[in-house]
């Protein structure tokens, strides 16, 4: 009797070739998912770099150097200029853009003053914002550490001589007073 059988040399059993189906599948797999994997990562890179390679939005700023502020010139409030007066030891700034001062000059007969071609008059007090606000006090704009910023808007008409450009020159100062208020959200200290 023979200890050691010889072993069948005639090819693969069953259960060899279940095991090599097995190793081929599983390779598969692995080279499918690293595949897949591989496209989605080239995919975010190059959304990354989509989106780093737009160029930088820089803020202008406009600084409003009587009282130490810069606020954010948003397209709205493109061209907005503005001129300082001092009545009564405080300084007003009357705030207008070059094509609202066009706008009112060209509907008026009579050279317009600061105040009258404004759509804004700001002023700088110092303290908090009072919780009563008066007359005087404006409307708060912005609260900093030791001082605030108030604004008050014309009450008049700001066509004298043509009152059939009224409606359209105070639909402008409406819009460019709500752009100012969003934009004194975000104003900053220069001093």
């Known amino acids: 009797m023979k200890l050691f059988k010889k072993p069948n040399q005639r090819g693969m059993g069953t259960l060899e070739l279940v095991l ?3 190793i081929v599948i599983a390779l598969a797999g692995v080279g499918w998912y690293v595949a897949t994997k591989g496209s989605d990562t080239k ?4 959304e990354t770099s989509q989106v780093n390679s737009q160029p930088a939005v820089t803020t202008k700023y406009l600084e409003l150097k009587e009282y ?4 954010p010139i948003s397209t709205d409030l493109s061209g907005l200029t503005y001129t300082a007066e001092t009545i009564g030891g405080y300084t007003y700034l009357y705030m207008t853009t070059s094509e609202l001062k066009k706008s009112i000059t060209a509907c008026n ?8 071609a404004s759509f804004h008059a700001l002023s700088k007090t110092d303290g908090q914002y009072p919780t009563e606000p008066t007359m005087d ?10 001082f605030y910023i108030g604004g008050n808007v014309p009450n008049g008409m700001p066509c004298l001589a043509d009152d059939s450009k ?17 934009a004194f959200k975000n104003a900053q200290e220069t001093k």
Request: net charge positive.
């Open 20 to 22: 090599l189906l097995i």
């Open 43 to 46: 995919n975010k890179y190059d």
């Open 68 to 71: 130490g502020v810069k606020i």
């Open 109 to 116: 007969t009579e050279a317009m003053s600061a105040s009258g």
């Open 137 to 146: 006090s404006g409307t708060l704009l912005k609260q900093f550490d030791k």
């Open 166 to 182: 009224n409606a359209e020159m105070v639909a402008k100062q409406q819009t460019l007073q709500k752009a100012l208020t969003e």
